[in-house]
């Protein structure tokens, strides 16, 4: 499994994500700066990564800045079912303790202790299972429109079976125009696990800058030595929202009033969600290939979500896509099945109706929810993928903040295993779905027209 820590400090001449060799920049004081992204590796038969994930970081004092990185975790054994679900949540505080010299040689350096904490589930490879720690130094030195970067560190790696190890890498990146930036990185890592393979690899990757404040950021890969034992093939593809200098208005621009700010619905957003799901379990057994009646069992249960998205408005109309991720477990025994539902995801499109400082909107995508089943004594994890449709009304109740409440539907398709008696029959599950949410969000950098405006 390749190992690696992504910071969050990237812009035209920065770096960081999307390449695993970190840079020395610290986000500004008083500002921050958010990824909302994937990042996938296959190697040995397995594909795994983390999907979606949210990288943030916090200009807390001048040259200091803090990191968080909740994600979702993801892996599919060759030929199994995928399974997914709360991955470790990593922590970290950069200091720079050099700036470069522009003017003359000396880089600019910085200190980057990370740990990972072990919120995700080993029994289930979604987690290390203890805490790792990283210890890096990086260093950066910028030419005109090309910037160098790179350095390393050693990981504190404890657990059965596992070793501690290093890991070095250099990048190089060319700005090409006023929106696009291409690069390249070497690296290396020597083995995490006792009698494992060392590896050498390459990504190459891009950043498109979509205005300012929004960012997508890209890059491909794969290792040069022990590939197939380590990195046959691997991703990170990313959204990034800045607050920075670059983004800020300019100083003889008047601030927005609430009511005008409120009528603009463009712009990325983000928020928390506190709701309650109602599951209904239909079982219907299939002797000879014909169906008999279904039965049903319910269940709830209360929910905790994170959500983003963007959206943009046309007159009255707005058109945006928004993912969310929710955690809480919702468990029910019924047809001699126990179901057991932590985490639910989705990917969904939105379209809604403003006026004034509130929206009507409806919402559908792609679904995916972590099951833990037990049936016929045998335990097993999947990641069930189904839909969702639904509608809400959102308002804006003060500058940039928004609530809404929201009700959903749902399926998560079906579940089919053999009889207890073996005699060839089958029972298939289908789950169904309600849930209602009150959520609060912050809209970033709302292009609103001046107060009085029309």
């Known amino acids: 499994m390749l190992i690696a820590g992504f910071s969050l400090a990237l812009s035209p001449a920065k770096a960081g994500p999307p390449f695993l060799t ?116 990086w260093l950066q030195k910028d030419f005109g429109d090309w910037s160098t970067f790179g350095g390393g560190g050693y990981w504190i790696n404890p657990g059965p079976g596992a070793r501690n190890f290093g890991f070095l890498g250099w990048a190089l990146l060319r700005k090409i125009d006023e929106r696009l930036t291409l690069g390249a990185e070497i690296y290396h890592q020597t083995s995490s696990e006792i009698g494992g393979a060392s590896t050498t690899g390459v990504n190459i990757g891009a950043i498109v800058d979509l205005s300012p404040r929004y960012h997508l950021l890209a890059s491909i890969g794969r290792g040069l030595t022990h590939a197939t034992e380590t990195d046959q093939f691997s991703w990170y593809l990313g959204f990034q929202v800045t607050n920075g200098e670059e983004a800020a208005k300019s100083p003889g621009e008047t601030a927005p009033a609430s009511a005008a700010a409120a009528d603009d619905w463009s712009g990325f957003h983000a928020g928390l969600s506190l709701g309650r799901l109602y599951r209904r379990a239909g079982e219907t057994l299939v002797v000879d290939y014909s169906p008999a009646a279904e039965t049903t069992a319910g269940s709830n249960g209360a929910t905790l979500g994170g959500f983003g998205g963007f959206d943009a408005q046309f007159g009255f109309v707005v058109l945006g896509v928004e993912t969310d991720v929710e955690a809480g477990g919702v468990s029910k025994t019924a047809f001699g099945v126990t179901l057991r539902n932590d985490a639910r995801a989705s990917l969904r499109g939105r379209v809604g109706l403003a006026r004034d400082h509130a929206m009507l909107y409806a919402t559908g995508g792609v679904s995916v929810s972590d099951l833990a089943v037990t049936a016929l004594r045998e335990a097993f994890d999947r990641a069930q993928t189904g839909w969702t449709i639904g509608g809400g009304m959102e308002y804006a109740i003060a500058d940039h903040w928004t609530g809404r409440l929201e009700y959903r539907h749902g399926r998560s398709g079906e579940i089919a295993f053999a009889s207890a008696n073996f005699d060839g029959n089958l029972y298939r599950i289908r789950l169904r779905d309600d849930s209602m949410r009150l959520a609060l969000a912050y809209r970033f950098g709302l292009d609103a027209p001046e107060a009085g405006a029309k």
């Not at 986000?27 to 992204?37: A, I, N, P, R, S």
């Not at 916090?58 to 399974?83: K, S, Y």
């Not at 987690?127 to 990283?134: K, M, P, Q």
Request: with cysteine; proline share 9%.
């Open 22 to 137: 970190d840079d020395p920049e610290p986000v500004d004081y008083g500002h921050y700066e958010f990824y909302l992204f994937s990042q996938g590796v296959r190697a040995g038969g397995e594909t795994s990564g983390g999907a979606p994930a949210c990288d943030c970081n916090f200009g807390v004092l001048p040259n200091v800045q803090f990191h968080v990185q909740p994600a979702m975790a993801f892996r599919r054994p060759g030929g199994g079912d995928l399974v997914w679900g709360a991955g470790d949540v990593e922590l970290g505080v950069k200091y720079r303790f050099i700036e470069q010299d522009k003017e003359g040689a000396a880089p600019s350096a910085a200190f980057y202790p990370l740990i990972e904490t072990p919120t995700g589930d080993a029994a289930r490879g979604l987690g290390g299972g203890r805490a790792r720690i990283f210890l890096p130094v």
